[in-house]
Nanobody
Framework: QVQLVESGGGLVPAGGSLRLSCVVS????????MGWFRQAPGKGREFVAS????????DYADSVKGRFTISRDGAKNTVNLQMNSLKLEDTAVYYC??????????????WGKGTLVTVSS
């Protein structure tokens, strides 16, 4: 049984940084890409960033390019999201997911339960 568990969320002032982590357990998902998504209050879930296990190819939403960095640690089966220069509009629950093509919401077979990020003014 595959489990994705996020951590690292919290309260941070605007302009600050946070690092989210997603630990994958159960089995290796080498044929998948890993993605981060977020859902702000009253809004739908949106793609944030993704990375391929096989070649570390990354993809980012325009709203986070240059501020967020996704990375993976194969030895620890972990995917991280470094978030810098946080803005109020980054406030959301952040979810980790594994799928065929997270950037296009395709084949998203596994999800974590999310971690809350709140950016304060």
């Amino acid at each position: 049984q595959v489990q994705l568990v996020e951590s690292g969320g919290g309260l941070v002032p605007a302009g600050g940084s946070l690092r989210l982590s997603c630990v994958v357990s159960g089995r290796r998902l080498s044929s998948y890409a890993m993605g981060w998504f977020r859902q702000a209050p009253g809004k739908g879930r949106e793609f944030v960033a993704s990375i391929s296990w096989s070649d570390s190819k990354t993809d980012y939403a325009d709203s986070v390019k240059g501020r967020f960095t996704i990375s993976r640690d194969g030895a620890k089966n972990t995917v991280n999201l470094q978030m810098n220069s946080l803005k109020l509009e980054d406030t959301a629950v952040y979810y980790c997911a594994a799928g065929i093509d997270p950037a296009h919401y395709y084949g998203l077979d596994y999800w974590g339960k999310g971690t809350l990020v709140t950016v304060s003014s």
